[in-house]
């Protein structure tokens, strides 16, 4: 044992408009606090006569994002949810626990310091669409991040274009078997690489940077 007490949970700055969604308790009650009754107000450009049917799609939606963010073993969903135009939810991140089992490279090296270090250099490594990660502070803990393109993946009918995507990959101190993993999506104006598209990658970089274990 190194004597590091694991923490039991993490912070996150969140810019305004964008709210939290527990995924394995209270998930309805957030919804409908923080998410449904924004929808109240219709956005400019969906004529009034239409306004029902556009609360039910919001509502569909952001459902089907929730219930992808659980089989995927989410524990947190973010999403903006302050309505500005027709196009919703075109950013989103999932957090999510990894539990993994005991090998060499989860283990202990002598004198009890962890070697979660040398998993996140190899981790590294890995490439996502093509590109590797590389070894960047989240606020004060180590992680990896990786940052790529990645076309529709069929889940989603109503998305037909490319997305940019950034994953972080954090260790959870004083576990060696669990990880964090948070993921963010953004369809930015529907081109990956347009500076409007880049600097919504740079927003959830930069709350990225508020992250603390708790």
Same mark, same amino acid.
């Given at each position: 044992?190194?004597?590091?007490?694991?923490?039991?949970?993490?912070?996150?700055?969140?810019?305004?408009?964008?709210? $939290?969604?527990?995924? $394995?308790?209270?998930?309805?009650?957030?919804?409908?606090?923080?998410?449904?009754?924004?929808?109240?107000?219709?956005?400019?450009?969906?004529?009034?006569?239409?306004?029902?049917?556009?609360?039910?799609?919001?509502?569909?939606?952001?459902?089907?994002?929730?219930?992808?963010?659980?089989?995927?073993?989410?524990?947190?969903?973010?999403?903006?949810?302050?309505? $500005?135009?027709?196009?919703?939810?075109?950013?989103?991140?999932?957090?999510?626990?990894?539990?993994?089992?005991?090998?060499?490279?989860?283990?202990?090296?002598?004198?009890?310091?962890?070697?979660?270090?040398?998993?996140?250099?190899?981790?590294?490594?890995?490439?996502?669409?093509?590109?590797?990660?590389?070894?960047?502070?989240?606020?004060?803990?180590?992680?990896?991040?990786?940052?790529?393109?990645?076309?529709?993946?069929?889940?989603?009918?109503?998305?037909?274009?490319?997305? $940019?995507?950034?994953?972080? =990959?954090?260790? =959870?101190?004083?576990?060696?078997?669990?990880?964090?993993? =948070?993921?963010?999506?953004?369809?930015?104006?529907?081109?990956?690489?347009?500076?409007?598209?880049?600097?919504?990658?740079?927003?959830?970089?930069? =709350?990225?940077?508020?992250?603390?274990?708790?």
């Amino acid at each position: 044992m190194n004597g590091v007490v694991p923490p039991g949970t993490y912070s996150l700055l969140l810019p305004p408009g964008w709210v $939290r969604i527990p995924l $394995r308790g209270g998930t309805r009650e957030a919804l409908d606090e923080k998410v449904f009754r924004g929808i109240e107000e219709i956005p400019a450009g969906v004529p009034r006569d239409q306004g029902m049917a556009y609360r039910l799609h919001v509502r569909r939606k952001v459902d089907r994002m929730v219930e992808e963010a659980r089989r995927a073993g989410g524990l947190d969903l973010y999403v903006p949810a302050r309505v $500005r135009s027709r196009t919703l939810m075109a950013s989103s991140f999932l957090v999510s626990e990894i539990v993994r089992g005991e090998d060499d490279d989860g283990r202990e090296v002598a004198g009890g310091e962890p070697r979660a270090e040398l998993v996140l250099a190899r981790l590294a490594g890995d490439r996502r669409a093509g590109d590797a990660g590389e070894l960047r502070l989240a606020g004060e803990a180590m992680a990896v991040r990786w940052e790529y393109v990645a076309g529709p993946d069929g889940s989603d009918p109503e998305v037909d274009a490319s997305s $940019r995507h950034v994953d972080y =990959v954090l260790a =959870v101190p004083g576990d060696s078997g669990r990880w964090l993993a =948070v993921s963010y999506s953004t369809a930015g104006d529907g081109d990956p690489d347009s500076a409007f598209t880049r600097t919504a990658t740079d927003l959830f970089d930069a =709350v990225m940077s508020t992250f603390q274990w708790s």
